[in-house]
């Protein structure tokens, strides 16, 4: 039996889907087999997670997350005050390039201005709360996405264009090209209504391949 599709993912309910996509899918079947039910990969919803995300964008997640910990050691904590009182100066001297300390001071002044509203966000339909993300300068639907699937534990999303899942695709459906943006869309809707948990299964392959996994982590290595 199917399980009933939550607002937010629960560790029960992603073995459950976990096992019905590896029964609907062979390819996912074999990883599920070889590595077991995912890990519950996810972060605490808030700012703190988006400027998390524009750090990543374009880079590996070891180097992100390192520069994360740095920076919040720095400040003295990853909140909307300290990023706005850093100023786009003081984040570059941090260590973020001009484009992502933009983006993290304009994120966290739309915050402290009531622009975003982080804790409605997380109340409203999801098409609603994606509109209001993708209307800030740097957050684009990819972030949104992982955003989504991670913060707010959404069962469906497929992160559009992350470039492990590319990878762990091509390997694990023997695929002759990687498969671009529009490609990976058009095979995650088989998936479709579990697609973020199709994710984590193809993030942990994609680890399992790259010799990381198993591992002690909290977060899978996106793009």
């Known amino acids: 039996m199917e399980p009933l599709q939550p607002a937010m993912m629960t560790p029960e ?3 459950q889907a976990t096992l019905v996509l590896a029964e609907q899918d062979p390819d996912l079947g074999g990883i599920v087999a070889r590595h077991g039910i995912p890990p519950m990969w996810g972060r605490e919803p808030g700012f703190a997670a988006l400027f998390h995300i524009i750090l990543e964008q374009q880079v590996s997640q070891a180097s992100a997350l390192t520069l994360f910990r740095r920076v919040g050691a720095d400040m003295g904590g990853v909140t ?6 850093q100023g786009v100066a003081g984040l570059r001297a941090l260590g973020l390039t001009r484009q992502k300390a933009h983006y993290c001071d304009a994120l ?4 402290l201005d009531g622009i975003l509203d982080l804790e409605a966000l997380q109340r409203a339909p999801d098409e609603r709360g994606r509109q209001r993300l993708l209307a800030l300068p740097g957050i684009g639907p990819w972030s949104v996405d992982v955003y989504y699937l991670m913060a707010l534990k959404r069962p469906d999303v497929w992160p559009q ?5 590319a990878i762990a695709l091509s390997s694990a459906k023997s695929l002759p090209v990687r498969p671009d943006r529009n490609a990976q869309l058009e095979l995650a809707q088989a998936w479709a209504p579990w697609r973020s948990v ?7 392959h994609y680890l399992a391949e790259q010799g ?3 591992l002690p982590a909290t977060e899978p290595a996106s793009q």
């Not at 966290?108 to 915050?111: N, Q």
């Not at 199709?198 to 942990?204: D, E, N, Q, S, V």
């Open 13 to 15: 309910c992603l073995r």
């Open 80 to 85: 909307p005050e300290r990023v706005r009182d």
């Open 108 to 111: 966290a002044r739309a915050v």
């Open 161 to 165: 264009g992350d470039l492990a899942l």
């Open 198 to 204: 199709a994710a984590r299964i193809l993030w942990m």
């Open 212 to 214: 990381k996994y198993p």
